[in-house]
């Protein structure tokens, strides 16, 4: 589906030069951009552009809601940045036309004809965003259980300690252990946002689900 939307809008709108697609939190999944381009920073750039542009609506105490859309327009290549999903979003990069007549309405007929062709179906986006998030899930509790270990060891070390030890080498292994431990709290807590993240996911999907079996 979502090749088969990249080609569609490359198909229909030739100014185009290049699609990207990222989540909320800058990773990209989907983009025409080669690997010569720094992928990761460019989606951790698109992603910070949206976020600074919401925070300078806080700084000046106006309604922060879901954007729609951002414009940034050049002489040569412009782009328009969309909303797609609740944590997805699109940017199109394009040359502008040559016709100067047609250069006020460009990008407002650019944004109609892209918003036409953009039918991406919201459970897919939010399948995308339940495995990005599970596959950080397990990231997450890979590292909990690796410093889990190292604190059994630190424990251990300090259960062995020979009393002749000068006390600055005790503490030197508790200050250690007790950091590792506010990591693992940190950590911890993440875990916990990430599946609840998930679960309401998931739970929009069963919702969904069961309203489309309802009205069929």
Do not use: W
Request: hydrophobic share 35%; proline share 1%; aromatic share 8%.
């Amino acid at each position: 589906m979502v090749f088969k939307n990249i080609s569609r809008i490359k198909s229909a709108l030739p100014e185009v030069k290049h699609v990207v697609m990222f989540y909320n939190n800058g990773t990209i999944f989907q983009t025409t951009f080669e690997q010569s381009i720094n992928i990761p920073k460019l989606g951790e750039n698109l992603a910070e552009l949206i976020n600074h542009i919401l925070n300078v609506y806080e700084l000046c105490n106006f309604k922060v809601d879901r954007y729609k859309k951002l414009i940034f327009e050049t002489e040569d290549i412009s782009v328009i940045i969309l909303k797609l999903g609740e944590e997805s979003n699109i940017a199109l990069f394009f040359k502008k036309e040559e016709d100067q007549e047609l250069k006020l309405s460009t990008i407002k007929r650019y944004i109609t004809r892209i918003e036409e062709l953009i039918d991406m179906d919201e459970k897919e986006l939010i399948l995308h965003e339940i495995l990005s998030k599970e596959e950080e899930l397990k990231k997450l509790h890979l590292l909990l259980n690796n410093k889990e270990e190292n604190i059994q060891q630190l424990q251990k070390k300090i259960s062995s300690i020979d009393k002749s030890e000068p006390i600055e080498f005790l503490k030197g292994i508790e200050k250690d252990k007790h950091s590792i431990e506010e990591e693992c709290l940190k950590l911890k807590k993440d875990i916990t946002t990430y599946s609840e993240d998930i679960l309401k996911l998931r739970e929009f999907i069963e919702k969904d689900k069961k309203l489309d079996e309802f009205s069929n």
